[in-house]
């Protein structure tokens, strides 16, 4: 996969992008990380992206010239491009694993008060983290990426399987122990301890079902 990613801060993914399973599925040569300065596609004397809005008003506003030729540049067919914007569909775990699929996957990072409208006629999604606002795309591009990256086959191993996570099965993940098995008084549930593995299944089934009801009753629905 190839994550091509339109900033202005391009040195805000240094340690995301080089950390970690981030870092590995590059390593890999599984996923390779595209970072382009689209200011470097501005047309100003002052390398300018953003200008007054029409109309008036506070804020200013992404130019579409420098986003439209830095896309001319990239010359990726059938890419997902994804604007970061918090007026998008909510992203989520299904979203993470329809795009974990993907060649080519472009994300448009907004700053300032927002686009122009024209920069919408590019792209195939928007999307949001979250109702809250950030200053920037970056963040939300980033988030992006983890979640998708470790969703492809070979990039985290059998052992850190993603399969039982929350929001895979439907429901939340049950707890885990580790050593040592009692700590400042608290034990591990003998269960976890007996060997029987079907037991064990249906004690996780049963917290994961308990933990969703009582945080997330929404998803039982
Ligand atoms: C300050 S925000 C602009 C918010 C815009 N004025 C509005 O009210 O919709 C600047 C940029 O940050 C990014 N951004 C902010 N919040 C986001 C969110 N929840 N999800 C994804 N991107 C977000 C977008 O790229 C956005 O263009």
């Known amino acids: 996969m190839n994550i091509h990613y339109l900033t202005l ?6 340690g995301v992008l080089n950390s970690s399973i981030l870092k590995r599925a590059k390593d890999k040569g599984i996923v390779d990380y595209n970072l ?3 200011r470097d596609y ?19 506003v992404l130019k579409p010239e420098p986003v439209f030729e830095a896309m001319d540049d990239l010359e990726v067919d059938n890419a997902r491009v994804i604007l970061l914007c918090p007026q998008g569909a909510p992203f989520n775990q299904k979203m993470a694993e329809d795009l974990s699929t993907e060649e080519d996957i472009v994300f448009i990072c907004g700053h300032y008060e927002g686009y122009d409208e024209r920069i919408r006629t590019l792209v195939t999604d928007e999307v949001s983290i979250g109702d809250y606002v950030l200053t920037g795309g970056e963040l939300a591009s980033m988030t992006m990426t983890d979640a998708i990256v470790r969703l492809i086959p070979d990039v985290i191993s059998k052992q850190e399987s993603h399969e039982q996570d929350s929001f895979s099965t439907g429901l939340l993940e049950h707890p885990h122990y580790t050593r040592p098995r009692e700590y400042r008084g608290m034990k591990v549930p003998e269960v976890l301890l007996s060997g029987d593995h079907k037991k064990i299944e249906e004690w996780r089934r049963d917290e994961s079902l308990k933990r969703t009801r009582e945080r997330r009753p929404d998803l039982l629905e």
Do not use: C, L, R
């Open 9 to 14: 801060f391009p040195e805000m993914y240094d």
């Open 36 to 38: 382009i300065n689209f």
């Open 42 to 60: 501005s047309n100003s004397k002052h390398n300018k992206v953003d200008d007054y809005p029409y109309g008036g008003g506070a804020g200013m």
